[in-house]
């Protein structure tokens, strides 16, 4: 099977059953004294009632090689990771969330000869296989973040098109590759060289041959950074193909959809590219806030670049249930900010009356994540809301609300949290 020939996995193959709840080794509990309630979605500006949790238990994923994560979509193929699944430091493979835009090629026999070609505004245009790519640069290994450019979109109101993650479309994965900048010195940037265009092998949904499903791009600031890199293994190993083996881009704190997958070729460009996933309202926001609800073309829209500050809590499951007289409970989770870093993260659990700082620990390298530690006190039994946000190295903090609405649904970090009952 060579890398121009592909096939669509059965849908149903991999999507389970009724919308029934996560439970199980799904859920991580605090102890052995604990019993972990049903995994549901968090809810925004409403409680949390028993009746709420039922209606929103979630479908879940069968898939060889995959943990059961929350399905969004079977054409084509999303997944969510829930928090409670992203406890490592270094994202496994199989709690990776999967976010497909066209369909799944077929995994290749020989990895190291794919080729992948950098052309356009160069000196010397480049064509390599992945084997020449490890034997001509130097390989490198990071832990780097990648985050759906939609993640957090159930959060915006009213709701917005697209796939309605909540926090969980966020990986922090160990990455080995050779840096894009190498490349492209090696190639020669040309004075007008100014942009990045990708492509990759997936193709789209209908089957029409030559369409790309996604094809964006970006400032070739971006793709000159330390961290932008061509990968060919995750986490020691070999890429899983759901996860675009055997070559794909990492553009890490920047939208997920800038890190192609089955990766054939990068064009370096002198105007913006145009392709699949470029221009009107696809990854881009507004530049002044419009009414939410409102039609735009995104004419006065700009493209995501860095990804907002945000933080999950990965040690607690959203329905909890804590023996009684239980006063103290150890909380952990993570939290990124894009090309920024995280300075502080806060714990609240009297629904923001007051802060508790917990600890946070620097990132692996540049652009991976942050994990962070501490404490959550209670003053009795009852029904409480573990409230948590973080804030950047520049002062900004996660918002109580989604903010900056926009028709596609990007950009929403608004404070996360999650109900825990005790007694």
């Known amino acids: 099977m060579t890398q121009d020939q592909h096939r669509m996995p059965d849908a149903h193959a991999v999507v389970t059953g009724r919308r029934g709840a996560m439970t199980g080794t799904s859920l991580m509990t605090l102890g052995a ?47 969510e990771t829930p928090e409670t699944l992203l406890d490592d430091a270094v994202t496994p493979a199989e709690k990776m969330f999967i976010r497909m835009n066209g369909r799944i090629p077929e995994p290749v026999a020989d990895p190291g000869a794919w080729r992948f070609r950098v052309e356009g505004e160069l000196n010397a245009p480049l064509e390599l296989s992945v084997a020449e790519l490890q034997a001509r640069f130097e390989v490198v290994t990071l832990q780097l973040q990648m985050e759906c450019g939609g993640n957090g979109r159930a959060q915006f109101q009213p709701q917005t098109r697209g796939n309605q993650w909540t926090s969980g479309a966020i990986s922090n994965a160990e990455w080995t590759g050779v840096r894009l900048r190498d490349v492209l010195n090696a190639a020669g940037l040309k004075p007008g060289a100014a942009f990045t265009g990708h492509v990759g092998a997936d193709p789209h949904l209908s089957g029409e041959a030559g369409r790309l499903s996604i094809s964006r791009g970006m400032p070739i600031a971006k793709a000159m950074d330390e961290t932008t890199l061509l990968a060919f293994r995750m986490n020691g190993a070999a890429i899983p193909n759901v996860h675009g083996a055997p070559l794909r881009l990492i553009v890490p704190g920047w939208p997920g959809s800038l890190s192609q997958k ?14 699949a996933g470029m221009g009107g309202t696809s990854y881009r926001v507004p530049v002044r806030p419009i009414v939410p609800g409102s039609e735009n073309n995104g004419r006065d829209f700009a493209d995501m670049t860095s990804m907002p500050v945000r933080s999950i809590l990965t040690n607690v499951a959203h329905g909890t249930r804590l023996p009684a007289g239980m006063r103290e409970i150890d909380l952990r989770g993570a939290a990124w900010a894009g090309d920024d870093t995280v300075s502080a993260l806060h714990v609240s659990v009297d629904y923001g009356a007051s802060w508790q700082a917990m600890q946070v620990a620097a990132p692996a390298n540049r652009h991976a994540w942050q994990r962070w530690t501490g404490k959550a006190r209670f003053a009795s039994d009852g029904y409480f809301e573990i409230w948590y946000r973080a804030t950047d190295d520049k002062g900004r903090m996660q918002p109580h609300a989604a903010a900056n609405w926009n028709p596609q649904g990007y950009g929403a970090n608004a404070i996360s949290r999650v109900a825990v009952l005790v007694g």
């Open 262 to 275: 089955w990766l054939t070729k990068i064009l370096v460009r002198a105007t913006p590219h145009d392709g």
């Open 33 to 79: 004294t604990m019993v972990a309630a049903p995994l549901v979605a968090k809810l925004v500006g409403e409680s949390i009632t028993p009746a709420a949790a039922q209606a929103a238990a979630p479908e879940t994923l069968r898939m060889q090689g995959k943990a059961p994560l929350v399905v969004l979509g079977d054409r084509p193929l999303v997944a």
